[in-house]
C-alpha cells in the first residue's frame, strides 16, 4: 500500500476537506482485489442456478476474484488471463482452481475442454475485433452451454467536467477503439457482438456498480481507485493538458457529481448452430 503524498482537493467546500489521503494499492492484483468489491458480479452468478460440478471457465479472471466465487460453489473452474503475474498471484490466493497464462485470442488447449459456462467480465472491450474472439469462444462451449458478458460503457463519462477535456476524453475513446486497444462503448454492444457471434441471446441487464455508475461524491477508496485506474492510463494522461487527472479526480469528488457510464451483463447460449465456428476452425 502506498499514501498519494500531498494531493489537494482545491474546489471550496471538498467533502474530504483539504488533503485527500487515497490508500493505493501498489500492485495490479490488489488494486484488482479491491475494486472487485464494488462489482456486481456476486447476483449474477447466483442467477445462474446450481454450479455443483459444472465446468466454468472465467476468461480475462485479472486477480481470480469471481474465479474463487465460482469455486466456491463447487463448480470445476478453469481461470485464463495474459498477465502472468496476475496468474501466479490469483493461483497462490486459490489453488484449487486451474489457472491458465494465456492470450484469450487463442483458446489454444483451454478451449478444447467444453465449458457449461464462460464467464467474462470487464475483458471483452480489450478484444481488438470482439466478434473474432467470440466465435472462439462459441466453439470452446459444450452444446447449450452459456456465455455471460459483463462490461462498461461511457467509463470516463463524468460530469461535472469542462469542454476541453470532454473533447479530449471523447477523442480519445475514439482513437482507442480504432486502434483496437479498448472499446469504450462495450456495455451498449454486447448483445450486437453476442448475435454477430452465434449465439443465441438470452438476455441482458443494466446493473449498478458502485465505483463505476455512482452519483455525488466519490468516497475516499472508489477515488483512490480512480487516482489507480487514471495512473494506469499514460496515453490518456499524454492526450489531455496539464492538470487533467486533478481535474477529473476533482470532478468525482464534486457534489454535484454524477456518471453517466453503464455496468451491463449479456448472455448468451451456444445454440443451434453450435459448431459452426469449430468447423470453419475459426
Ligand atoms: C479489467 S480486468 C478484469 C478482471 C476481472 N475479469 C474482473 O472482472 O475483475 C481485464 C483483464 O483482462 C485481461 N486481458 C486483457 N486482454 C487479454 C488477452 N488478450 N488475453 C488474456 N487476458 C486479457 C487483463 O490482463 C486483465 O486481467
Known amino acids: 500500500m502506498r499514501l498519494l503524498p500531498g494531493r489537494r482537493c482545491a474546489r471550496p467546500g471538498c467533502p474530504w476537506n483539504g488533503k485527500i489521503r487515497m490508500t493505493v494499492p501498489s500492485s495490479l492484483f490488489d488494486q484488482y482485489e479491491r ?24 476468461l480475462g479472471c485479472g486477480s481470480g476474484h469471481v474465479a474463487r466465487m465460482f469455486a466456491a460453489r463447487g463448480a470445476q473452474v478453469t481461470g485464463i488471463d495474459r498477465d502472468a503475474e496476475l496468474v501466479a498471484l490469483a493461483a497462490r490466493k486459490a489453488p484449487g482452481v486451474h489457472w491458465v497464462n494465456a492470450d484469450l485470442s487463442d483458446p489454444g488447449t483451454w478451449g478444447r475442454s467444453g465449458f457449461d459456462i464462460i464467464w467474462s467480465s470487464f475483458t471483452i472491450a480489450y478484444a481488438p475485433d470482439p466478434t473474432t474472439w467470440l466465435k472462439r469462444w462459441h466453439a470452446a462451449l459444450a452444446p447449450g452451454g452459456r456465455l455471460i458478458l459483463m462490461d ?14 470532454r473533447e479530449t476524453i471523447g477523442h480519445f475513446c475514439r482513437e482507442a477503439a480504432q486502434a483496437g486497444l479498448y472499446h469504450f462503448d462495450a456495455a451498449e454492444r454486447l448483445v450486437d457482438w453476442l448475435e454477430a457471434s452465434g449465439f443465441d441471446v438470452l438476455g441482458e441487464t443494466d446493473l449498478h456498480d458502485e465505483e463505476l455508475t ?13 487516482a489507480a485506474r487514471l495512473a494506469r492510463m499514460p496515453r490518456l494522461r499524454a492526450a489531455a493538458s496539464p492538470g487533467f487527472t486533478d481535474r477529473f479526480l476533482a470532478s468525482l469528488t ?9 455496468v451491463r451483463a449479456a448472455i448468451g447460449r451456444r445454440g443451434r448452430d453450435a459448431g459452426r465456428w469449430a468447423a470453419r476452425g475459426a
Do not use: N, Y
Not at 462498461?152 to 477535456?165: Q, S
Not at 464534486?254 to 453503464?262: A, E, I, L, V, Y
Open 35 to 58: 475494486q472487485a468489491r464494488w462489482r456486481p458480479v456476486a447476483a449474477t452468478v447466483q442467477q445462474l442456478g446450481p454450479l455443483e460440478g459444472k465446468k466454468v471457465a472465467d
Open 152 to 165: 462498461v460503457g461511457g467509463l470516463l463519462d463524468h460530469e461535472p467536467i469542462g469542454e476541453a477535456d
Open 214 to 226: 455512482f452519483t455525488g461524491p466519490a468516497p475516499p477508496d472508489v477515488l483512490a481507485a480512480w
Open 254 to 262: 464534486h457534489p454535484d457529481h454524477r456518471s453517466h457510464s453503464r
